[in-house]
């Protein structure tokens, strides 16, 4: 129970102690990665800190039972466009998965011993599924072995007797989710090419399987340049399913007496854009209907359809936001996730509507009383249309601050930029509303969820839509009289760390921000990066070098004499997607400018912090940055940070202004 406003402490915002450590951010939080069904059993994987960032696969049997599959070395990860997905297939008997290191497939056997099925390490798999007639497996791969160019993508059969390869369906730029025909016949797949992203245009198509395990002519079904679809799947019966958002949001369709038809078409969204393999929304249980899960107003709700009478049953579930759903016979998996509970798995018993949950991020317990919660807010924006966000109030039952003051804001803008965030409890925003910050996360136009229109929002205007809706969503708190005008600081990664760059660049409204391997040049993004991002800018900003004018104009790279604000940069050393060299410019421009300034390079890190020890660091980090800029103490111990030009600062409650001299 909390303590009456009349006994708690007085002191400043930021300044609060918390239970919420780094080290509870970092240690005690898993990543849950893919789910896989073998009868009544789940498995799945998840990204351990306290074991270096190290991904395991595990397994629930129907009795409960809880086992990992790979011990160390084993680290279950594909590198298939950088970001990955759907690193391992289940049979009767065995498990194939891909390893990290070498990026070869492995098959697992019932003992836990693992040997090495494919053999080129210049080969990266990803998205298998077991073609268990012909005994083999059917992946995307992605061919780095040649001197010159970008990587080939393919569709391959992989006999898992030989490892031998075949190459099924190539032509295109990009290959994802393959699957099989219960009986067997066919197969279905999704390609999109540049400069598309799948959330842009994919095809579906369908091809025979002849006799020799080749495929015959394929057919196109569905998609085109500027149609998405997401997650092809067969029913029971032998029809395929698909997503598609050709109506302006991504709905369920199936292909029926030789014509596409709408599954129940309504104004939400049944799909997600496609940065991972192995991504699904819906499945069919042993009745043949449809499990789904959709996402709706800002939050997921699970349903199901019955095809035969294509209405929408609601499933009440206390779940928010629900991802990676798999269906068995009579019982659902997904991941998870409510305002007052950490993500996780969990099992939903179909008979009864009883759900257990069978592994969380986190297993520290919740503390209600001094839970900010998520508040969904709509607000307006750049030429009369809303945006949304979710606002988190300070929360500690053992301070308030004093009356005469409000609470520093942190904006958060979410990665991608075509992403979106979500109402879940997550401790790494407890760290601040317990500390006295209030935080606002924002759905920023070309966040998903809200359909196409919303998605496209950010389309030749990426630097401009986020920072407005940033900003505008800043002020509307201010106007409510919510936070601090004063101090208002905002963090990102990747692509929020762009967002973050080029507010604190082009706009002085915010007193402070901390980018996350954020982009600082997009020419050098656009020059260097990744196969699968590599054309992603000529829909956010523009055909480059047609356009080299237009990323010089919004690389805050190039416009550092603009920055009015602090800045805490943190880097990956080992980070293919956003090269250390764009932090370190960045770092070294602001630093010439005179403004405070702060750069932390981790080793042995990527795109997303994966070992505890960086994670804490980083935030702990931040922490301290904020403290020193916005004028207050942290009760923390933390290890002090090197910040360039910082000026002696006033008084505890004294933040640098920004200044444009």
Known sequence: MSRPAADRRIAPYGSWTSKVGAERVAGATLRLG????????????????HEEGRNVLVRVSTGGIVRDLTQPPWNVRSRVHEYGGGAFAIGADAVWFCQYDDQRLYRLDASGSATALTRDAAMRYADATLDASRRRLIAVREDHGGRLGEPVNTLVAIEVDTGDERVLAEGHDFFSSPCLSPDGRQLAWLSWDHPNMPWDGTDLWVAPIGVDGTLGAARHVAGGRAESIFQPAWSPGGELHFVSDRTGWWNLYREHAGAIEALCPIEAEFGEPQWLFGMNTYGFDGAGRIL????DGGRSRLAWIDPRDPTLH???????????????????????????????????????GAHALIRATSDIAVDADETARAEPIAFATAGGRLAHAYFYAPANREFEGPADERPPLLVIDHGGPTGATSSTFRWGIQYWTQRGFAVVDVDYGGSTGYGRAYRERLRGAWGIVDVEDSIQAARHLVDRGAVDPKRVAIRGASAGGYTTLAALTFHDFFVAGASHYGIGDLEALARDTHKFESRYLDSLVGPYPQSEALYRARSPIHHTERLSSALILFQGDEDRVVPKAQSEAMAAAVRARGRPVAYLLFAHEQHGFRRAESICRALEAELYFYGKVLGFEPADRIEPVEIANLPAVGGDATPIAPSRA
């Open 292 to 295: 789904c899960a959709y996402h």
């Open 34 to 49: 893919q789910i896989g069904l073998s009868g009544g059993d789940i498995c799945w994987t998840e990204g351990r800190p």
């Open 314 to 352: 609601e499933i009440d579930t206390p779940f928010e936001a629900i991802r990676d759903v798999q269906v068995g016979a009579d019982f659902v998996a997904f991941f998870g996730g409510s305002p007052t509970a950490p993500e996780a798995l969990v099992r939903l018993d179909l008979r009864t």
